[in-house]
């Protein structure tokens, strides 16, 4: 199983950016798919997440109404477009997949991607 993310990198505050995770070995449409990001010396924090059809997503309050996640399942591939960046939303940018449990634990998800770095600059 890999999953790989890209279009992380570096933006104005108020800016946008989006990121891409592709996946492959696994049975994608089985998954819940999950944004996580991790700032330095700081926890793995809940981003969003979205179930197998794309019909139930759920967000972090902090990103709620910036960020909007979404899948391709034709495509093995799932999305966060992220607008109206803050400094606070600087971090390596994670996806990740699940099965099971609850949507905002990262110990419930199975595999990760290697991560894509995020900076918002003042």
């Known amino acids: 199983v890999e999953l790989v993310e890209s279009g992380g990198g570096w933006v104005q505050t108020g800016g946008s950016l989006r990121l891409t995770c592709a996946a492959s070995?696994?049975?994608?449409?089985?998954?819940?798919m999950g944004w996580f990001r991790q700032a330095p010396g700081k926890d793995r924090d809940f981003v969003s997440a979205?179930?197998?059809?794309?019909?139930?997503?759920f967000y972090a309050d902090s990103v709620k109404g910036r960020f909007t996640i979404s899948r391709d399942n034709a495509k093995n591939t799932v999305y966060l477009e992220m607008n109206n960046l803050k400094p606070e939303d600087t971090a390596v940018y994670y996806c990740?997949?699940?099965?099971?449990?609850?949507?905002?634990?990262?110990?419930?998800?199975?595999?990760w991607g290697q991560g894509t770095q995020v900076t918002v600059s003042s």
């Open positions: 990740a997949a699940s099965t099971s449990g609850s949507y905002y634990l990262p110990v419930n998800y199975a595999y």
């Open positions: 070995g696994l049975t994608f449409r089985s998954y819940v």
């Open positions: 979205q179930n197998w059809s794309g019909g139930r997503t």
